[in-house]
């Protein structure tokens, strides 16, 4: 059984595209995330959403849009695709963190690589 | 600002060879530590984590972490690695009390020769 699944794996779009990225787990947790890797590997907390609430909002362009549906589901929209979106994108989950108390282990998704050209 | 900083960017090492990979976090009060590897192709997944109690902890595969806070600092080891342990590995640091989330080191790269 999958425990947090992303689709698609791949992603290629010409720069000026809309594009969605799902994601979803079945493990019963509370919060999700979306987390940016780039070319050199640097892994980046973009969003996070607890009981579907966002309660992470980094420094990311408006152009990005999570959605979450449902607490097993959080989706990244992302408008007027640019060359630099270019990255793999990794879906998260873990049990809900209390303000102030351990953080759970964060269960990841496969990624999806998405590539603007 | 919260930064967790990998010494090594890309290690290479014989099969049987031992291990220490370096971590090291900015202060920022009480942490949570975690290694995460990511083998060619794969999602992360969780090596070890330190929460509190015993500052050597042990992890999956032969892994161990020493918490040493007077450095800042959460290092992996492996007395004898394998060919399969090549991968990437990450260190992430919580800040307990501030933002529910994970900071990332940069990653090392772990190459291990036959």
């Known amino acids: 059984d999958t425990a947090v699944s992303q689709t698609p794996k791949y992603l290629v779009t010409q720069m000026g595209n809309d594009k969605s990225i799902k994601c979803e787990q079945n493990?019963?947790?509370?919060?999700m995330y979306w987390y940016k890797q780039d070319s050199k590997k640097f892994l980046k907390i973009m969003f996070s959403?607890?009981?579907?609430?966002?309660?992470i909002n980094e420094t990311v362009p408006n152009r990005f849009s999570p959605k979450s549906p449902d607490k097993a589901h959080l989706n990244l929209h992302i408008n007027s695709l640019e060359l630099g979106d270019s990255a793999v994108y990794f879906c998260a989950s873990s049990d809900t963190q209390l303000a102030g108390g351990p953080a759970d282990e964060q269960y990841f998704g496969p990624g999806t690589r998405l590539t603007v050209t | 600002a919260q930064s967790v900083s990998q010494h090594n960017h890309h290690v290479i090492l014989s099969e049987a060879a031992s291990l220490e990979l370096g971590c090291n976090y900015s202060y920022g009060g009480t942490v949570n530590l975690f290694w995460y590897v990511q083998y060619p192709g794969q999602h992360l997944q969780l090596l070890l984590k330190?929460?509190?109690?015993?500052?050597l902890v042990k992890g999956i595969k032969g892994f161990e972490a020493e918490f040493i806070k007077s450095k800042f600092s959460f290092n992996l080891r492996k007395p004898s690695v394998q060919w399969s342990d090549t991968a990437e590995y990450f260190c992430a640091v919580k800040y307990v009390g501030g933002a529910q989330k994970l900071v990332f080191g940069q990653g090392t790269r772990l190459t291990i020769n036959p």
């Open positions: 493990l019963g947790h509370d919060t």
């Open positions: 330190y929460f509190s109690g015993d500052p």
């Open positions: 959403y607890n009981n579907k609430e966002l309660i």
